[in-house]
């Protein structure tokens, strides 16, 4: 499998500050659905607890946070052409009848000396399965606050990719009386990946889970 230098990641559950999974992706060259390839890296995984254990939450998946200090601050990304403010408070962004594979997005908020930064704000927003945006109302678009742990989750689904985009998640973060962070997550695994130009690996989701179950996870570092 492409992706199999990842799965020790699974296993641990840990949610990477920096680019754990990078060698990874140069790894990759098989996979034309990143989707795909990561539920089938998961599915194969039999080191991951959180695989048996459909009910687990969002929250259980994203273990202890992964920092040392001091932590290199998370690379800004361009804001892109679709963000539209005044998206809702909403931690479950997956509709009835949705299409794509839902996934867990979690994580943790800290600054660089790894302190955990409470109630801040994590916005999301990203292309439906087909790679298409919602410019009308608010699908797939919601932020949530971190916990007094630092820590968030947001159930979406696996993005689509579109022209000259592989698949990745729009995020701004905005600390508690603090700038806001623009940048972008991504799928390891993922073959456009590399041939596009605004990715980069640092950005990359720590996965675990299944195809029921699948979780993505990413420790945003706030710089001073
Ligand atoms: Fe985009």
């Known amino acids: 499998m492409p992706t199999r230098s990842f799965l020790p990641a699974l296993a641990l559950g840990l949610a990477l500050v920096v680019a754990a999974c990078g060698a990874s992706s140069s790894a990759t060259s098989s996979s034309s659905r990143a989707a795909s390839a990561i539920v089938s890296a998961a599915a194969t995984s039999t080191t991951s607890s959180a695989a048996e254990s459909p009910a687990a939450s969002p929250a259980s998946s994203t273990g202890a946070v992964a920092c ?132 980069d690996p640092s950005l990359l989701l720590t996965m675990s889970g299944g195809a029921s179950d699948l979780a993505g996870t990413y420790t945003f570092v706030i710089g001073g």
């Open 68 to 199: 040392t200090s001091p932590a290199t601050p998370t690379m800004a990304e361009t804001e892109g052409p679709y963000y539209k403010a005044g998206a809702p408070e909403n931690a479950d962004l997956v509709q009835a009848g949705m299409a794509g594979t839902p996934l867990a997005l979690t994580g943790y908020v800290v600054s660089a000396d790894c302190t955990p930064l409470a109630n801040a704000r994590v916005e999301i927003w990203q292309a439906d399965s087909a790679g298409n945006y919602d410019n009308s109302g608010y699908t797939l678009r919601g932020y949530v606050l971190t916990d007094a742990a630092g820590r968030f989750s947001i159930r979406t689904i696996v993005p689509g990719e579109y022209p000259g985009r592989t698949e990745h998640i729009h995020v701004k973060i905005t600390p508690d009386g603090g700038s806001t962070l623009t940048t972008q997550v991504y799928f390891p695994g993922t073959t456009a990946n590399d041939a596009d130009g605004i990715y």
